[in-house]
C-alpha cells in the first residue's frame, strides 16, 4: 500500500491546500477499501481511518492486558505444583503468557500508543481485560480447567486472528496460538490425571471444570444482538467469525474431549442443532459478566492491586534500562 501520512491536516492551509489534502485523504481512504476488499494487511506505515486505528489499539491493548494479568491466578500455584516436572511446566506456560503481552503490547505500540500510557491506564483501573481472570483458582484442578477450557477458548478466538487485517496483531497470533496448543494440552493433561486418580482426585477435577466452564464461554463476548461493534470488526477483516459462532465451535470441541477424560460439563441442554449446523449450550448468566467486567468480580480488585504492585517493583529495572540504553546511545554518537 503506498500511501502517505495525511492523517492531520494543519488548520492554517491555503483553500487549494487544504482541497489537495481532502484528495489526499479520498485516496487514502479508496486504497484502504482495496486492501479491505482484496483481503491483504495494512501495515503500521499505511495510511487508515482513525477508527480502524482506535479499534485496533483497544482490542490489542485489552488482549495484552489479559495475557498479563492472566498470569496471576497460575503464577499463584507454581511454588504449589505437586511436583517438579509440574512446577517446570507451570512456570513455562506463564512465561509465555508474559511474552504473548509483549508481543502485543509491542504490536500495540506500532499504533500510535505508549507502552507506558498502555500500563498507567491498566492500573488505573481504566482499561478492560478478559473477565476470566478475575475468578478466583481454588485448587490444583484449576491449573488443569484453566489450561484445558480457558486456553482452550482463547485458542478458538485466536486462530482466526492469525488472519487479522493488521499485520502486527496477526503475525503475533500464530506464535501465541502455538503456544496456547501447549498450554491446553498441559491443561487437559493435569486434569485426564486427576480423573484416573483417587475419587478425591476426580472430584477435584470435576469441581474446577463445573466452575469454570460458564466463565470461560463467557470469554467469546456478549451474544451477537448485544455485540454492536463484531459488524465493523467483521467487515474491517479483524474479526472473522461472530462471538456466537466460535462460543458454538467451542463447545463442540469441549463436549467430545470431556468425554476422553471421563468428567462432564455442567450442563444438560447441549445438543447440535442439525439445521443450523451448530453447537447449542444453556443460557449463561450475562448479569454476572456485565458485573465482573464493571470491576465487581470475585478478584478484580486482588489482580489490580498485584499489577500495581508488581509495576512498582519492576521500576528499578525500567529506570536501569533506560540508563543502559541512553549510555548505549551516547557511546554509539
Ligand atoms: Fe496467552
Ligand atoms: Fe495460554
Same mark, same amino acid.
Given at each position: 500500500m503506498a500511501m502517505q501520512n495525511v492523517q492531520s491536516v494543519p488548520a492554517e492551509l491555503s483553500p487549494e491546500a487544504l482541497e489537495s489534502a481532502a484528495q489526499l485523504v479520498a485516496e487514502a481512504q479508496a486504497d484502504f477499501d482495496r486492501v479491505m476488499a482484496e483481503d491483504s494487511r495494512v501495515e503500521p506505515r499505511d495510511w487508515m481511518p482513525e477508527a480502524y486505528r482506535k479499534t485496533l489499539l483497544r482490542q490489542i491493548s485489552q488482549h495484552a492486558h489479559s495475557e498479563i494479568i492472566g498470569m496471576q491466578p497460575e503464577a499463584n500455584w507454581i511454588s504449589r505444583a505437586p511436583s517438579l516436572k509440574r512446577k517446570a511446566i507451570l512456570m513455562a506456560k506463564v512465561q509465555d503468557e508474559a511474552g504473548h503481552g509483549l508481543y502485543l503490547y509491542s504490536a500495540a505500540e506500532t499504533l500510535g500508543q505508549t507502552r507506558d500510557k498502555m500500563m498507567a491506564d491498566l492500573i488505573a483501573g481504566k482499561a478492560r481485560y478478559s473477565s476470566i481472570f478475575n475468578y478466583p483458582a481454588l485448587t490444583w484442578a484449576d491449573m488443569g480447567a484453566i489450561g484445558w477450557l480457558v486456553d482452550g477458548a482463547a485458542i478458538c478466538n485466536q486462530v482466526p486472528l492469525c488472519?487479522?487485517?493488521?499485520g502486527p496483531y496477526g503475525r503475533a497470533m500464530v506464535r501465541v496460538c502455538k503456544e496456547e496448543s501447549f498450554h491446553q494440552r498441559q491443561g487437559f493433561e493435569i486434569l485426564l490425571e486427576l480423573a484416573n486418580g483417587t475419587p478425591e482426585q476426580k472430584a477435584m477435577a470435576q469441581d474446577a471444570v463445573d466452575r469454570w466452564y460458564a466463565p470461560s464461554l463467557m470469554?467469546? /463476548? @456478549?451474544p451477537d444482538d448485544d455485540s454492536p461493534n463484531s459488524k465493523q470488526s467483521m467487515a474491517w477483516n479483524i474479526k472473522r467469525f461472530s462471538n456466537d459462532e466460535l462460543r458454538s465451535r467451542f463447545v463442540g470441541m469441549m463436549v467430545e474431549q470431556v468425554k476422553v477424560l471421563g468428567l462432564t460439563l455442567p450442563?444438560?441442554?447441549?445438543?447440535?442443532?442439525e439445521d443450523a449446523k451448530k453447537w447449542e449450550h444453556s443460557p449463561l448468566d450475562w448479569n454476572e459478566f456485565q458485573e465482573v467486567l464493571a470491576g465487581? /468480580? @470475585?478478584?478484580n480488585a486482588q489482580r489490580l492491586e498485584r499489577r500495581r504492585q508488581a509495576h512498582d517493583d519492576g521500576a528499578w529495572v525500567r529506570e536501569a534500562a533506560s540508563a543502559y540504553a541512553a549510555k548505549q546511545k551516547e557511546q554509539a554518537a
Open positions: 488472519r487479522a487485517s493488521y470469554m467469546f /463476548g @456478549p450442563d444438560d441442554q447441549i445438543r447440535f442443532n465487581r /468480580g @470475585p478478584c
